[in-house]
Structures are given as C-alpha cells and as structure tokens.
C-alpha cells in the first residue's frame, strides 16, 4: 500500500525535513514552490531536477499556481514525474 501525505508549509513553519520524512517514513518527496534550503536540505539543486540524498529522492517544482498557467513548466514536471515514476 503507497501512502501520500501532503504537507502545508504555513501550518508548520520552520520544520526541518528530518521530521517529515522519519516520521511519514518518506521515500519520495515533492516541494512546490518550497525551495529545499527552506526545509533544512543541505545540498541546492534547481526546479525539475531529480535529487537523490540520504536515501531520499526529492523534486523541486514552482508552484502549483505558476504550474497551472505555464504548459512549458507542466511538460518538465511531468518529464520528472516519468522519470521518477519510470512510466
């Protein structure tokens, strides 16, 4: 059974990633519009690149609202998204 848990930055602010991922057992982890140094990441990596750390595969996305507007930005997310998912 795959579990989502989709987390809202502004009801926990300031919460490093460590909490999430050890507590929801995170394999995957996507942040929109959340930049990953805001989270406690400690490597930098671009929008629409996978990044694997600590045995953990993160995404960094603009936005949902900017994704909604933006066909070019959904191509690359989705591009990700097949990556990640190897559809």
Known sequence: KEDVVIINRKDHPGEDYRKFTSHFKSQLVFLFGIEPASIGLPVSFPPFQVQKFSNLTFLYSP?????????LLKSKLWLCLIRIFTL
């Open 63 to 71: 936005g949902l609202e900017m994704l909604e507007k933006d066909k």
